[in-house]
Nanobody, 127 residues
Framework: QVQLVESGGGLVQAGGSLRLSCAAS????????MGWFRQAPGKEREFVAA???????????DYADTVKGRFTISRDNAKNTDYLQMNSLKPEDTAVYYC?????????????????WGQGTQVTVSS
């Protein structure tokens, strides 16, 4: 089992920044993929960013077109924690943000291909 706990959400003005954290615990894996997704009210959960690992080597990093150039995904292996740095935030970025773990490092962006999920953290961007 893997437990994921997100933190760092909040209220920010348009143009501002937030950094989300996802602390992982439980079983460890040599190869895997960590992703961030978001879900706005009335909308389906959508892919934001993900990074695939083999050991401590990142092999794939992907971003949704809507966040490319503004968001950065990273990981601190020593802390077993993933981050999503979000800059130049827009009101349309308002959503609950979830981190997710995929036991395969395959470069997938599909919600149903991730095995473990955190509880989510709310991000609200005011105009």
């Amino acid at each position: 089992q893997v437990q994921l706990v997100e933190s760092g959400g909040g209220l920010v003005q348009a143009g501002g920044s937030l950094r989300l954290s996802c602390a992982a615990s439980g079983r460890t894996f040599d190869s895997y993929r960590m992703g961030w997704f978001r879900q706005a009210p009335g909308k389906e959960r959508e892919f934001v960013a993900a990074i695939s690992w083999i050991g401590s080597t990142p092999i794939y990093t992907d971003y949704a077109d809507t966040v490319k150039g503004r968001f950065t995904i990273s990981r601190d292996n020593a802390k077993n924690t993933d981050y999503l740095q979000m800059n130049s935030l827009k009101p349309e970025d308002t959503a609950v943000y979830y981190c997710a773990a995929n036991l395969s490092p395959r470069a997938t962006m599909k919600v149903d291909e991730y095995d473990y999920w955190g509880q989510g953290t709310q991000v609200t961007v005011s105009s």
